[in-house]
Nanobody
């Protein structure tokens, strides 16, 4: 079972920035696409951004395009989410996860989730 540890969340004012990190256990990190997801209170979890195993392909939902950047360091088994120009509607618990492809990540057909990291954006 892979272990996923998200960190870097916090309280920030609208327009501010945060950088999330997700450290994954295991030797096969570089074989998987990685993604970031979020769940706001009372809402379903949603896919936010994904990155291919090599880092050469990225995908973002429209609501974060131009503001968020996903990246990965396979040597450190870590994926990042740089979040700029944050808005109150970005407030949520953010999770990372892995799948065979970005398309598979977008289906959210994943059974195991880590604890997530809380991001709160004040207006």
């Amino acid at each position: 079972q892979v272990q996923l540890l998200e960190s870097g969340g916090g309280l920030v004012q609208a327009g501010g920035s945060l950088r999330l990190s997700c450290a994954a256990s295991g030797r096969t990190f570089s074989s998987y696409a990685m993604g970031w997801f979020r769940q706001a209170p009372g809402k379903e979890r949603e896919f936010v951004a994904g990155i291919s195993w090599s880092g050469s392909i990225t995908y973002y939902v429209d609501s974060v395009k131009g503001r968020f950047t996903i990246s990965r360091d396979n040597a450190k088994n870590t994926v990042y989410l740089q979040m700029n120009s944050l808005k109150p509607e970005d407030t949520a618990v953010y999770y990372c996860n892995r799948e065979s492809s970005i398309a598979a990540l977008r289906t959210l057909s994943i059974d195991y989730w880590g604890q997530g990291t809380q991001v709160t954006v004040s207006s």
